[in-house]
């Protein structure tokens, strides 16, 4: 499974928003400015971020985004999901009726991509922003 640029860069942009104005409204353009990420590609992650409840906006002079939950309740999975939708690396993990494959009934390979699927989501469903902060401020500290 190859995940997309847009799921990078929507974590970049929370740990970001995490790290640098976890209480305040941020302006998407000092984001851009600060990650080298441009702000039409932000402004589409961040629409998707909003629609699920992960972003709020605030309009006005101090207005831009914040977060809609503490660091500590947004999982790597909750983002990921939100921008890719499934983390399964096939679609018939899911859906048997998916499997386009002439030996389907007999698949052997269907078991792999389960487990697979169940140590990703176990792997991004325990990882949250607030470990994303600490790591990237423990490494900042530590001058990496």
Not at 49 to 57: C, D, I, W, Y
């Amino acid at each position: 499974m190859k995940l997309s640029t847009k799921s990078r860069y929507a974590l970049e942009g929370l740990v970001y928003i995490a790290v640098n104005s976890p209480n305040e409204a941020i302006r998407i353009r000092q984001i851009a400015q600060d990650t080298g990420i441009t702000v039409a590609y932000l402004e589409q992650i961040f629409f998707l971020l909003k629609k699920a409840g992960l972003l709020l906006t605030v309009r006005g002079a101090k207005g831009g985004f914040l977060l809609a939950q503490s660091p500590k309740d947004i999982t790597v999975g909750m983002v990921l999901r939100t921008i890719e939708h499934d983390l399964a690396p096939v679609k018939c993990v899911h859906d048997l009726q998916a499997c386009t494959s002439k030996v389907r009934s007999g698949c052997v390979s269907r078991q792999i991509w389960m487990r697979l699927t169940d140590a990703i989501e176990s792997t991004v469903d325990n990882i949250t922003l607030e470990d994303l902060k600490t790591s990237y401020l423990n490494r900042k500290g530590a001058g990496a």
